[in-house]
């Protein structure tokens, strides 16, 4: 502490670069909202826009409480999520919870479950 001070006092072991954003702050920033997520999955599964898994038609409108994309061509209505990892059984999602707690750089469960 003492030296710390020192140090700080001759001006010379200052660091000039201000410390950056606590990394959880910034991943909040990105991936904060429901809507930001969506948008980071979108770009994920159609990254050059709406594509039917269908037809591979590129109209769709969004639909209903479930948010459905449906197909101007076909018809199809089809989720965000269907066909992506989000779209999988609530057990895989505990397995890989389960991995990420167990690894070594990991944030603790108590951080998620906030
Ligand atoms: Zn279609």
Redesign the pocket.
């Known amino acids: 502490m003492i030296r710390a001070r020192e140090e700080a006092c001759d001006g010379a072991q200052r660091d000039p670069v201000p410390e950056g954003p606590e990394p959880f702050t910034e991943f909040q920033n990105r991936y904060g909202t429901e809507e930001q997520c969506e948008a980071a999955v979108r770009r994920g599964r159609w990254p050059d826009g709406f594509a ?6 590129r109209e ?1 409108t969004v639909t209903g409480k479930r948010r459905l994309h449906e ?6 209505q089809t989720s965000l999520k269907a066909g992506t990892i989000f779209a999988k059984p609530l057990v895989k999602w505990f397995q890989a919870m389960f991995l990420v707690t167990q690894s070594k750089n990991s944030i603790s469960s108590f951080e998620l479950s906030r």
Not at 52 to 57: E, F, I, Y
């Open positions: 039917c898994p269908r037809c591979g038609g769709q197909c101007h061509a076909c018809r199809l």
